[in-house]
């Protein structure tokens, strides 16, 4: 007997196989249609036009890139990230021996990705834990004046 995970990629197979050509057309035809939602949120989000206010809704550029987020220029990595509804995206950071707060130099562009992302009505809240210290500073993406014709402020 096969073992179970061979089983059903077996039947996978077998199903996509007999799969109707309407089938295999709707399946290229969604496919299609998720590109083009992805490209025109990367539009918004470039043009400070992103809205919403559900996680849920977040564009999947943001979602991929929280599954792996990149490290700050001083190697520090979230050990915890949520999004949470309003937007709101709460990174938490457990700094290394010596580091005593997080770098704060010029947030809007240090968290630029994340916050065109989060749209009109994100938040960003940063919390930090040191050895004998621990802090919080909250973004608003309202109060970084990201320009309309790509990376970077106005």
């Not at 990174?91 to 630029?112: F, H, K, S, V």
């Not at 210290?133 to 309202?142: D, F, K, P, S």
Request: aromatic content about 6%; hydrophobic content about 40%; overall charge negative.
């Amino acid at each position: 007997m096969f073992p179970p995970r061979t089983t059903l990629l077996l039947l996978t197979l077998l199903l996509g196989g007999c799969a109707s050509p309407a089938h295999q057309q709707l399946g290229q035809t969604l496919s299609g249609l998720e590109g083009e939602l992805e490209r025109l949120e990367e539009e918004l989000a470039a043009m400070n036009g992103l809205h919403y206010q559900q996680a849920i809704d977040a564009p999947a550029a943001l979602r991929r890139y929280l599954s792996a987020p990149a490290p700050t220029a001083e190697g520090l990595v979230p050990e915890q990230i949520q999004l949470l509804d309003g937007p709101l995206l709460r990174y938490r950071y457990r700094l290394p021996t010596g580091m005593a707060r997080l770098p704060l130099d010029n947030p809007c562009l240090r968290y630029e990705f994340e916050l065109r992302h989060l749209g009109r009505l994100g938040q960003l809240d940063l919390v930090w834990q040191a050895d004998d210290h621990q802090g919080r500073h909250r973004l608003y993406q309202a109060d970084c004046r990201f320009s309309a014709m790509g990376p970077g402020l106005q």
